[in-house]
Structures are given as C-alpha cells and as structure tokens.
C-alpha cells in the first residue's frame, strides 16, 4: 500500500476512490441504473458485430498467442483468457467500429473505457450484476470527469482521450471489484498515471492502433489494481502531482484544466447521464453533419444535380475529421472512412442512409460517391455548442444554383435527443444480428435487459460466448 501522506479528501484520486468504495449497488439511482443497462447491451452488440470485420481475427490471435488460456470470456468467441487479456480483447471488439457511445463534453467512449475490465474482474471474482454495474459507475463518473475537465485539452496534444482515461477508469473499476481499500484504490490510479497512452497517429493511415487504446488501459487497469492488492508503493497524487498526468499529458494546456470540477457533486450529479449512444457508426464528431445531409437527401431525393457542398463543423473537430481534404477525399479502409467528413457527407446525401454497409469496400470505393467529395468544402461551424453537443450543418447547392441549408445544433443521440430504449434494442438485433440468428439475438436481450442485482456475472457471461 503507498505510504499515505495525504488524507482522501487532499487530493483528486482519493476523492474518486472514496467514491468508488463506497458506491453501494442499493443506492444507485435508478436512472443511472437504467442508463448503465443499456449501454451495456450497446456495447455487447458492437462487440458482437467486430467478428465479422477483418480486424478482429489478428488482434484476437495475437492476443491469445502472447496470454495462453485463462477463466475469463471474450464476447462473440470461444477463447477464455486471463482477466488482463479477456478485457484486452474485448475492448478492441467493442471499440473496433467506432460505434461505441461517447460522453460529448469529455470526450471520451465511456463504457469502453469502463466495462471490458468490469466484465473480466466480476466474472472471475464470481461477483454478482450488481456489482458489476456498480463498479461501472465508478468507472464511468472517472473518465468522464477527468475528460470534461480539460475541453478538448487531449486532443489538442495528439492524445486519443479515451486511450488515456481507460487506465485510471479500470484501475478504479478493477480496484473496486478485488476489494480494495481507497488508499490501494489511490495506488492503482497512481500507477496508471504512468502508464496512460493513446497517440493520434493513426489518423495518417486508419492503423489499427485506435482501437487497441481502451484494452490497453483496461489491461493495465487491472494491473495496477492488482499490484497495489499485494503491497506495491505507488505515487498518490496521480493527477495534479509535480511531473503528475496533467502537467505531462496537456503540457501547454494545464492552465485550462478545471481541477475541482473532476469531484464537485461527486455521488450526487451523475456525469455518465449526459453519455450519447451512436446511431451512426462513425466519428460523433460528424454526426451533426450527417444528419444534416440525411435530411437533404429526404428533400433532394436520390439524384440530386449538386455543384458543390459546404459542411460546417465545430472548429476544434476540422484537423481531425476534415483535414488533409484530399487524404479524405478518398478513403482507403473504414476507419478512414469514419473519420472522413467529406466521404459521410457524400454518402448520406447521395444514399440517404449510414450504416455498417456503407464502410464496406464496394461503398468506400463507389465511383459516384468519390465524384461528390472533392466538391465538398469543410469551414469552420459559428455558435456551436460543442462539446456539449456534437453540431453541424450541410448547404448545398444545385447546378440550377438552387441552395439548400440543414443545420443540427444537438445531434441526435445526445441530451434531450438520446436514442430511446426501443432505439438501442433495434440497435443490438443490427449490430449483434449481423453474426448471430434473431434467435439468439432476442435472448440475449432478453437476458442483459431482466437481470437482476443479484444475477450471478458468470451467469451472463456465459450467454456471451461464441
């Protein structure tokens, strides 16, 4: 255990591990309960879905050629691994379409970040849904809040903040599932301060890499939770510390981080509420976008004779999704294609739909769509809510010089827009559906949406297996 030189309430891991101990499933509102249901079957259902991509098969071999056999299940598979390797895997399934949920204001996939290590910890702990969704609480409030108090601070560093966070939201998750103190709890942040990565550079080439962040930091979550069980001295200032994660992950930005924000009404206003589900899989910082052009397509109808396209986004969004605009002008795989505001644009106005079909190689490829998106001009999007909301507007004009404007301040999915219990089961029998019979798929369901507090984990994870 690290030598305690502080009490709980001197510091911003102390106060998230307090949290995080004394979280009792009881307790938990029953919106936050509800709303943790239902993103977990979201993710389940993508996680599901990535078998059927050409990325999930060789990070799966390689995972289980480096970890062996173990008791913990990888969602969709027959593989049982380690803990530290199940929540590996299973994070890049439920992160490798992009199509996870996102909480706007911190940027961040949460439930990716949260759950993969709460699955692995529980299941081998044979510890009960209820406490599994309490520890995914915990680690959802930790992520989110560490994300949001920064605005966008990661990401203008080259960091994936969701890379970062994973590690402290897992330590926090695994900590709380082995038991642990709030001073080991501290520790396990502590170490996760130095393990913490994710860098951006997979953006030049749509690299793989994006989507190993989140099990990399659930892995080493449940490392440091793990080291910190059995003694080992770790820092305690995790975060504001001297040379601490802040002042090294945001650097020229550390004056706008928002320390007391991270714990302010810690335990009584549940961030994880304000977290959006996709109900397209690409970036959400294109989702405003998107919509936009969907309902110019409504009112153009299929042919549309488009001279050119103008797409306004937040501006903090531009170097990300709309840059360099020849690279994304022409999309060379999906994960290109996902974070290319030129080539969702085009397709949603020219097909009038978004979906896992359109990232597929005859759609990235469609000679008609490739013709629209070096006519499209991404600018920079005035009175934005972003982050708050993930903004856009499409305007097009016509050959006969006609133009029309569609403009979406709130995406859908988000704040008062979120998608509805019936929205995210139509959700899981697409996404789950595209491997698994409806058979299996109502079942599913049926079982991840009735349990109850005390449903033994093992018991669902079962029903997981490939």
């Given at each position: 255990?690290?030598?305690?030189?502080?009490?709980?309430?001197?510091?911003?891991?102390?106060?998230?591990?307090?949290?995080?101990?004394?979280?009792?499933?009881?307790?938990?509102?029953?919106?936050?309960?509800?709303?943790?249901?239902?993103?977990?079957?979201?993710?389940?259902?993508?996680?599901?879905?990535?078998?059927?991509?050409?990325?999930?098969?060789?990070?799966?071999?390689?995972?289980?050629?480096?970890?062996?056999?173990?008791?913990?299940?990888?969602?969709?598979?027959?593989?049982?691994?380690?803990?530290?390797?199940?929540?590996?895997?299973?994070?890049?399934?439920?992160?490798?379409?992009?199509?996870?949920?996102?909480?706007?204001?911190?940027?961040?996939?949460?439930?990716?970040?949260?759950?993969?290590?709460?699955?692995?910890?529980?299941?081998?702990?044979?510890?009960?849904?209820?406490?599994?969704?309490?520890?995914?609480?915990?680690?959802?409030?930790?992520?989110?809040?560490?994300?949001?108090?920064?605005?966008?601070?990661?990401?203008?560093?080259?960091?994936?903040?969701?890379?970062?966070?994973?590690?402290?939201?897992?330590?926090?998750?695994?900590?709380?599932?082995?038991?642990?103190?709030?001073?080991?709890?501290?520790?396990?942040?502590?170490?996760?301060?130095?393990?913490?990565?994710?860098?951006?550079?997979?953006?030049?080439?749509?690299?793989?890499?994006?989507?190993?962040?989140?099990?990399?930091?659930?892995?080493?979550?449940?490392?440091?939770?793990?080291?910190?069980?059995?003694?080992?001295?770790?820092?305690?200032?995790?975060?504001?510390?001297?040379?601490?994660?802040?002042?090294?992950?945001?650097?020229?930005?550390?004056?706008?981080?928002?320390?007391?924000?991270?714990?302010?009404?810690?335990?009584?206003?549940?961030?994880?509420?304000?977290?959006?589900?996709?109900?397209?899989?690409?970036?959400?910082?294109?989702?405003?976008?998107?919509?936009?052009?969907?309902?110019?397509?409504?009112?153009?109808?299929?042919?549309?004779?488009?001279?050119?396209?103008?797409?306004?986004?937040?501006?903090?969004?531009?170097?990300?999704?709309?840059?360099?605009?020849?690279?994304?002008?022409?999309?060379?795989?999906?994960?290109?294609?996902?974070?290319?505001?030129?080539?969702?644009?085009?397709?949603?106005?020219?097909?009038?739909?978004?979906?896992?079909?359109?990232?597929?190689?005859?759609?990235?490829?469609?000679?008609?769509?490739?013709?629209?998106?070096?006519?499209?001009?991404?600018?920079?999007?005035?009175?934005?809510?972003?982050?708050?909301?993930?903004?856009?507007?499409?305007?097009?004009?016509?050959?006969?010089?006609?133009?029309?404007t569609r403009r979406i301040p709130v995406n859908l999915g988000s704040g008062e827009r979120a998608l509805s219990r019936d929205d995210i089961i139509a959700k899981f029998q697409g996404t789950a559906g595209v491997v698994l019979p409806a058979s299996r798929v109502g079942r599913l369901l049926d079982a991840l949406l009735s349990a109850q507090r005390d449903t033994p984990v093992r018991k669902i994870a079962e029903?997981?297996?490939?």
């Open positions: 255990m690290a030598a305690s030189n502080f009490g709980l309430d001197d510091h911003i891991a102390g106060r998230l591990a307090r949290f995080a101990v004394e979280l009792r499933t009881a307790d938990i509102p029953q919106a936050v309960w509800t709303k943790s249901v239902h993103h977990i079957v979201d993710g389940i259902g993508l996680a599901f879905a990535s078998h059927h991509f050409p990325y999930a098969a060789p990070a799966l071999n390689g995972i289980s050629a480096i970890g062996g056999g173990g008791e913990a299940t990888v969602i969709g598979s027959k593989l049982r691994l380690s803990p530290r390797d199940a929540a590996l895997a299973n994070a890049y399934l439920l992160h490798g379409l992009d199509f996870d949920d996102t909480h706007p204001a911190s940027i961040v996939h949460p439930t990716v970040a949260s759950f993969p290590a709460a699955l692995a910890v529980a299941e081998t702990q044979n510890a009960t849904w209820g406490e599994l969704i309490a520890a995914y609480v915990a680690g959802m409030e930790t992520c989110i809040r560490l994300g949001q108090s920064v605005s966008g601070g990661f990401h203008h560093a080259g960091f994936h903040a969701t890379g970062l966070l994973s590690h402290f939201s897992s330590a926090v998750v695994a900590g709380r599932l082995f038991g642990l103190s709030p001073e080991q709890i501290v520790g396990a942040q502590g170490i996760a301060a130095s393990t913490s990565a994710g860098v951006q550079v997979f953006l030049e080439n749509g690299a793989w890499t994006k989507r190993l962040h989140p099990g990399w930091g659930a892995m080493s979550g449940i490392t440091a939770a793990q080291l910190m069980r059995h003694g080992f001295l770790a820092p305690q200032r995790a975060y504001e510390g001297r040379f601490g994660f802040f002042e090294t992950h945001v650097q020229q930005h550390l004056a706008d981080v928002d320390f007391e924000s991270i714990t302010a009404g810690l335990g009584e206003r549940y961030a994880m509420l304000d977290t959006a589900i996709k109900p397209y899989p690409v970036c959400h910082f294109i989702h405003g976008a998107a919509e936009a052009a969907l309902q110019l397509h409504a009112e153009l109808g299929q042919t549309p004779d488009i001279e050119r396209v103008t797409c306004e986004l937040p501006a903090a969004t531009l170097p990300i999704v709309a840059e360099p605009a020849a690279a994304k002008a022409v999309p060379r795989s999906d994960y290109e294609g996902k974070f290319s505001a030129q080539y969702v644009v085009a397709t949603c106005l020219l097909r009038g739909r978004f979906g896992l079909a359109e990232l597929d190689a005859d759609s990235l490829s469609d000679p008609r769509t490739l013709a629209l998106t070096p006519r499209i001009t991404c600018v920079l999007e005035e009175n934005t809510a972003f982050p708050k909301h993930f903004s856009g507007a499409v305007t097009v004009q016509l050959r006969s010089g006609t133009t029309y029903l997981l297996k490939g």
